[in-house]
């Protein structure tokens, strides 16, 4: 008996002409629920970016200014409206400065702008300081986010602007803080200084009366013996004998 050949055979069939591969776009649209869930948690999880352990960065290089970022801390802290141009210069021209930079991605619920200079940044302190690099040197536009604030950064800012300072050659140290910002200083080891007295030119060529400029100085005075009796002892990295001006002039040196 011969075996049976079994033969396969493809089987086609014919849907006519070939028609194109069609692609649909499936649009999904969000309840304004869902949107509002999903700020909240933003929200949320930059909150917990801020109380998280952050490592902060203490830099002096200009390639990490960001004049934007500084306006806007300057304005948010100081109330001071600085353009970024401005920014730019004034740190260029500074004697010194230190920023306080932390990595912080920005989203869309946040308070702040993203860094151009450095992706993924932020800038949440600054000091900076204007010398003739011999004799005296004057601490200004200290501040500190207040998203950060509490923290210590003001303090390890203003000490490390000092601390290189020193290497560089002034021996004194002065400030001009408004009164809100006088205890910060008097417990980073400033004190008021009764010899000096800050005037600010206007121009106008009037003789003042010595009768209101005696009462304001006794009234400095009187500011300067309290806060001494709340703030005692010398702070770390600064000497004890340290002053402040009345009127805003803060002095500290060798």
Not at 14 to 23: E, F, I, L, M, W
Not at 75 to 81: A, F, H, N, P, Q
Not at 141 to 160: S, W
């Amino acid at each position: 008996m011969r075996a049976e050949r079994k033969e396969s055979t493809s089987c086609f069939l014919d849907t006519g002409p070939a028609v194109a591969p069609c692609s649909a776009r499936l649009v999904v649209r969000k309840r304004k629920s869902d949107l509002k869930r999903i700020a909240a948690s933003a929200a949320v999880q930059a909150g917990w970016n801020v109380f998280l352990p952050q490592q902060y960065t203490y830099s002096t290089d200009l390639k990490d200014v960001d004049p934007q970022q500084l306006s806007d801390l300057w304005e948010r802290t100081l109330g001071e409206k600085r353009s970024p141009h401005r920014c730019a210069l004034a740190m260029r021209k500074s004697f010194a400065f230190v920023l306080v930079i932390v990595k912080e991605h920005h989203t869309e619920t946040s308070n702040w702008r993203p860094s151009l200079v450095n992706p993924g940044t932020r800038i949440v302190g600054v000091a900076r300081a204007i010398s003739d690099g011999e004799f005296m040197a004057t601490v200004c536009d200290v501040a500190v986010d207040p998203d950060y604030t509490g923290r210590g950064i003001g303090r390890k800012v203003v000490q490390t602007l000092v601390r290189n300072m020193k290497l560089r050659g002034p021996t004194g140290f002065a400030a001009f803080p408004p009164p809100k910002a006088r205890r910060f200083f008097f417990m980073l080891g400033f004190r008021i200084d009764k010899k000096y007295r800050l005037m600010s030119y206007e121009g106008k060529g009037e003789f003042p009366d010595l009768r209101d400029e005696q009462a304001k100085l006794k009234g400095a005075r009187r500011e300067s013996q309290g806060l001494i009796g709340k703030v005692t002892g010398s702070q770390p990295g600064f000497d004890s004998n340290t002053s402040i001006a009345p009127e805003g002039v803060a002095e500290t040196g060798e």
